[in-house]
């Protein structure tokens, strides 16, 4: 067909495409398929003339169209938590079930360098901070330093640090995997002689019930983010079939989604701490509802909710 031919027959509907407005989607695809098809042919019969040039710029206009009108799906949020947050922590549950094993046999180091050495724990903890809980234990408020701040100042200072240093935690990734496992190290061994510090005093008991109303949200997290962590460094050290910088992009990627899910757990982990630890005299049964209902939460999130998935759709 002669390019005139071709111009005369489709000009009249090009026109129209480009003057008559539309926001419905489907109009729009129809244009957009429309518009690609005689640029198609244009291309093919006619490369280099001003006919082609025109399609190629409508056929834009359209794409742009096409895509500014898009609405976010309002339930991407929603299927993010309820299965791609899920199905990864599935996916990589060897990687979880590492941090919390890094993490535990940190915590016992803690514990034991902090039974055979008196100094160990003002090494770990600092000689103001130690001192500072002898004085608040003499006065009968042992977990006082909950109370020397306002609510709102310590939630906003409390999850700031935690969510900074939980996604520091996921980034040394980068360095093969030994950030995470490093950082697990150092935190599991403050947590370890932190606590054997209050066993030491007779304060065992009161400590978990006390410090683990948000402890339990808050350490679940960082081993969460160290999870993260080494999903991050395990794409560079073992690509599989993939190449090493595809195989880093995937676990970046999915080790992204992991370090940012727990960002909401942290939060919640800090308004525990900002406003509810510092009622260290509340009736007992509401400390171990608390405790446990956030324990029980993240054992069915991260381990039985997971599994369950799987098996309900195992083609996820």
């Known amino acids: 067909m002669r390019e005139a031919l071709f111009v005369k027959q489709n000009s009249g509907k090009w026109k129209s495409y480009e003057q008559l407005k539309t926001s419905n989607p489907d109009e729009l695809a129809a244009r957009f398929i429309d518009i690609t098809n005689d640029l198609a042919y244009a291309k093919t019969f006619y490369p280099t003339s001003k006919t082609t040039a025109y399609l190629n710029g409508l056929a834009s206009v359209l794409h742009q169209s096409i895509y500014k009108n898009k609405k976010e799906d309002a339930g991407r949020f929603i299927r993010f938590w309820k299965f791609e947050l899920p199905v990864l922590c599935y996916t990589y549950r060897r990687q979880l079930l590492y941090s919390l094993l890094f993490f535990v046999i940190s915590c016992a ?3 034991l360098s902090a039974k055979y050495d008196d100094a160990f724990v003002r090494l770990i903890m600092g000689d103001s901070y130690v001192n500072m809980t002898n004085e608040n234990i ?6 006082g330093v909950y109370k020397q701040q306002g609510p709102v100042s310590m939630f906003l200072q409390i999850g700031a640090n935690n969510i900074y240093v939980s996604l520091l935690m996921f980034v040394s990734g ?10 697990l190290l150092r935190n599991g061994i ?10 030491s005093k007779g304060l065992g008991a009161a ?11 808050e350490i ?27 195989a880093f992009k995937n676990s970046a990627k999915d080790g992204t989604k992991m ?5 909401p757990i942290l939060v919640a982990a800090a308004f525990f701490e900002g406003f509810v630890t510092r009622y260290t005299s509340m009736p007992l049964w509401l400390s171990i509802s608390i405790l446990s209902g956030s324990l029980l939460f993240v054992i069915w999130y991260v381990v039985i909710y997971p599994s369950q998935l799987i098996k309900r759709n195992p083609i996820i």
Do not use: C, E, N
């Open 109 to 111: 180091i803690g514990v």
């Open 138 to 143: 003499a006065k009968g408020d042992p977990f």
């Open 174 to 183: 980068i360095f093969l995997g030994i950030g995470p496992v490093f950082m």
């Open 190 to 199: 403050m947590l370890g002689s932190f606590q054997y510090y209050f066993f």
């Open 207 to 217: 400590s978990v019930l006390v410090i683990w109303i948000h402890g339990t949200l």
């Open 220 to 246: 679940s997290s960082i081993i969460m983010a160290g999870a993260a962590g080494l999903v991050l460094g395990h794409g560079l050290l073992f690509p599989r079939t993939y190449t090493r910088l595809q």
């Open 259 to 263: 370090a940012l899910g727990i960002v």
